[in-house]
């Protein structure tokens, strides 16, 4: 039988009822699902933005199948803005089913962390009651923390600078086995700027022209408040450029006047640096739940990411053998145990 995904309170005691209505139908089946024991199994991958998670995900889910991927990017849980977010896409996916990504409608209210935890929570008890293994993926560590503890109190941010990592707790509510995919700063920096340009080339720019022009945006100009979809990195800094040229007025890139190439390029330069403060932000935080005491297995992609921004195309098998072999090996040996 079909339920919508829209998780009713009456499927299961643990399914309770959140504000969040999903866009779309449950592509499997829900039957309830029994509450989970502490024991359930849960791989993580853990790492920056642009370290090759998605890719790393697919990789792994292929490999032990069957398998099923849950979104933790507090950006990729909305429907909409799928490149400026880099959601992976479907022709990447390999077939394999993904829950909280690009399902829940951004009617300018926040999904918390604390939404999160219980929308995480219950795709991974509908995982593990198809007696398949769910596999966290994401950079939000905020995310990735309510969902995994034990205790969650909403009103403490463990991450905030303010409390150190005694704050932060390492008593889990699953048997987690945790990839850390990093990569030596410099490098990330460099390969995040050249991804930028690679998004735009991909179609950023129009997508981001498509949002500014939506009747959301036209009625409600309202980028500073900055909730949810809005504070996504493209956003914000595109806001000056679409008030000066509004979107139904693309001319050609090429007969742009000298201002214009101006206020875009400061958009991009300020995508560029914004995005090296998030990715430098995450690995922080990732450094105190680390401190803390969570069991994080780190495979350093320095080598492939140097090789792959000097053009070797060799970097592929490098990356293969320093990062997706390891971690084959250290999740078969977990979920072996
Ligand atoms: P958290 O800190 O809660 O773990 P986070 O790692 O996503 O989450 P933040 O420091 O909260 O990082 O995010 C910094 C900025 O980057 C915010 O404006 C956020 O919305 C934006 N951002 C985060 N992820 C993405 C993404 N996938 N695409 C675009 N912008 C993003």
């Known amino acids: 039988q079909h339920y919508s995904s829209f998780y009713s309170p009456f499927l299961h005691p643990k399914r309770r009822r959140s504000r969040w ?29 642009g370290t090759g998670k998605s890719g790393l995900s697919i990789d792994l889910a292929t490999r032990f199948f069957p398998s099923e991927i849950i979104n933790s990017d507090k950006m990729q849980v909305y429907k909409g ?21 690009g399902e829940f409608v951004p009617d300018d209210v926040e999904f918390t962390p604390d939404d999160f935890r219980l929308q995480a929570d219950n795709a991974i008890s509908d995982i593990i009651s ?48 945790f990839l850390w995919v990093d990569s030596s700063l410099q490098l990330l920096y460099d390969y995040l700027n050249k991804r930028v340009d690679d998004m735009l080339e991909s179609g950023m720019f129009e997508e981001l022209a498509e949002f500014f022009d939506s009747d959301r945006m036209r009625n409600n100009n309202s980028v500073s408040l900055g909730v949810g979809l809005l504070k996504a990195i493209g956003v914000p800094e595109f806001e000056r450029y679409f008030k000066m040229y509004p979107p139904a007025s693309v001319e050609v890139k090429g007969e742009w006047d000298p201002v214009r190439r101006g206020v875009y390029q400061e958009a991009v330069r300020e995508i560029k640096e914004n995005t090296r403060r998030l990715a430098k932000r995450q690995i922080d935080k990732i450094l105190k739940l680390e401190r803390a005491g969570w069991d994080l297995r780190r495979l350093d992609a320095t080598t492939a990411f140097r090789m ?15 990062v997706v072999e390891p971690s084959v090996k250290i999740v078969k040996r977990f979920l072996d145990e």
């Open 21 to 49: 209505r999903k866009t779309v139908m449950a592509s499997t089946s829900h039957t309830p699902a029994p509450a989970h024991s502490k024991k359930d199994k849960l791989v993580v991958i853990m790492g920056a933005t």
């Open 81 to 101: 803005l799928d490149i400026t977010t880099n959601k992976i896409p479907s022709h990447k996916r390999h077939n394999v089913p993904h829950h909280l990504l």
């Open 130 to 177: 198809r007696k398949k293994t769910p596999l966290l993926v994401g950079g939000s560590n905020s995310f990735i923390y309510s969902l995994l503890v034990q205790e969650y109190d909403p009103g403490l941010n463990v991450f905030d600078d303010r409390f150190d990592s005694d704050s932060v707790s390492s008593s889990l509510r699953y048997n987690c086995c």
């Open 308 to 322: 792959l921004m000097n053009g070797d195309q060799e970097w592929r098998c490098v990356w293969e053998r320093q």
